[in-house]
């Protein structure tokens, strides 16, 4: 029976990234995967989902072509070859994982890792155990179901199986209107889908900041995206609002694989909600034994997985690493790009402190005029007292970009101050953020003074 020092479940964001990090700092490696390598991220979420976004906004750009100057008649859609695209991307970012594996010299075993103690896993099916000195759990999570009765199973499908139709929807019901919901709503809508987003909420992206939430609500309403808010999925049947549409998607959050299906006869503690329970150093209740990404249940994004495996890689190799959640920055790929990091102006004010708030529109900017933008904008939220940045939004082009900035200055302990006295490149758009910086003491050049 081989001994590997780390052994990992998993080979998603939070698998890989450790398997890899584990490898540089001399450890031995072995990675378990059940079904594909990249995990959920690369094969049926971040990655597919992203390839398609690109596709959609090259379809807004080419509808906008005339105003540019550019003359493009009977364009189409084919979809087919979106989908290739998409099969294509997915798969070269598969060889490449599996190229960077391989380069470190890292075991990988297909198959489903059964834990038998805290120094074993059998491979289900076979007769195959391995030994290790540290456990790493990084299965992921599935995506949330919802009972329907009375209604075609056919036309009902999660974000993977909506990925894979071979034909265009014609006429797409979104159930739920979170961040799944509203990229498959953007997207669609752009490929010449007729889309209906119902929420069980009074707004999309209820989470977000309330500026937010009004801008993309505003842009899917130009977009003719119905948006039908405070409905429960459950009083939906076949036989009135869900009747016409060809396909139904299911976008309700994600949920632990874990409830019905454990890990193996060892106990490992969950929380109330069927997840991993972890320590600040990523420590399962057993001092070997680790667990990374979706599966914890912590802010389900593939940076916090990649996050989750370096601060296990340094606990395991005894550097004593805490896990720092107060900056995760949050991205969604819709057209128009949303981005935030931080807190929203509602979480801001329960501090109790007095703020200071800046929103620099990006119709005001040199480089979103040169593009055709005149929507959107950035906001920052600061102390009063001492200038610290509480928080930073973005809606409009590039904003999944712009965000990365406002990230590092809030990691830094950074003031708004920092960002203004920082030269940035003209004409860009993160001249948005500094003009909202300048803005804070009502300093922003290019807003008209009140």
Request: hydrophobic share 40%; net charge neutral; proline share 3%.
């Amino acid at each position: 029976m081989k001994i590997y020092d780390v052994a990992i479940l998993g080979s998603g964001p939070g698998g890989y990234v450790s398997a890899i990090l584990a490898a540089q700092n001399g450890l031995s490696v072995c990675v378990i995967e059940e079904k594909d390598l990249g995990g959920m991220c690369l094969n049926w979420g971040c990655i597919p989902t992203k390839s398609f976004a690109v596709s959609a906004e090259a379809m807004e750009t080419v509808k906008k072509s005339q105003e540019l100057g550019v003359n493009i008649e009977n364009f189409s859609l084919d979809y087919a070859k979106v989908i290739d695209r998409k099969n294509k991307v997915v798969g070269a970012l598969q060889m490449g994982l599996k190229g960077l594996l391989s380069s470190y010299k890292i075991d990988v075993i297909f198959g489903k890792g059964f834990i038998k103690n805290n120094k074993i896993i059998k491979i289900k099916n076979t007769e195959d155990e391995i030994e290790f000195k540290n456990l790493i759990i990084a299965t992921g999570a599935v995506p949330r179901t919802i009972a329907f009765s009375n209604i075609d199973k056919n036309r009902i499908a999660g974000p993977r199986e909506l990925l894979a139709l071979e034909n265009k929807p014609k006429k797409l019901l979104i159930i739920g209107g979170g961040v799944i919901g509203c990229e498959f709503a953007s997207i669609y809508s752009s490929f010449g889908t007729e889309v209906t987003i119902l929420e069980k909420n009074d707004s999309l992206l209820y989470y977000m900041d309330e500026s937010i939430i009004k801008e993309i609500t505003r842009a899917f309403k130009r977009r003719k995206i119905n948006m039908i808010f405070n409905q429960e999925i459950q009083a939906f049947t076949e036989k009135n609002s869900l009747d016409g549409f060809d396909s139904i998607l299911l976008s309700a959050g994600m949920a632990s694989p874990l409830i019905n299906n454990p890990l193996g006869e060892l106990k490992i503690e969950l929380n109330e909600r069927g997840y991993i329970k972890i320590d600040d150093y990523c420590r399962t209740n057993h001092k070997n034994i680790y667990a990374a990404g979706d599966v914890t249940g912590i802010n389900q994004l593939a940076h916090v997985a990649y996050k989750h495996a370096h601060t296990v890689i340094y606990n395991i190799l005894g550097k004593k690493e805490k896990m720092d959640y107060r900056v995760i920055p949050n991205v969604i790929f819709t057209h128009p790009e949303i981005a935030s990091v931080g807190l929203s102006e509602l979480e801001a004010k329960k501090l109790r402190e007095e703020l200071l708030i800046s929103i620099f529109p990006f119709s005001a900017l040199g480089r979103a005029k040169t593009m055709g933008e005149n929507n959107g904008f950035v906001k920052i939220i600061a102390k009063k007292i001492d200038d610290s940045i509480l928080g930073v939004h973005a809606v409009g082009p590039h904003a999944s970009e712009i965000i990365a900035e406002a990230g590092v200055c809030m990691q830094n302990n950074l003031k708004v101050c920092d960002i203004y006295n920082t030269i940035h490149a003209h004409p860009t758009m993160s001249e948005g953020l500094l003009e909202a910086a300048l803005g804070i003491h009502g300093k922003a050049v290019h807003m008209l003074r009140s």
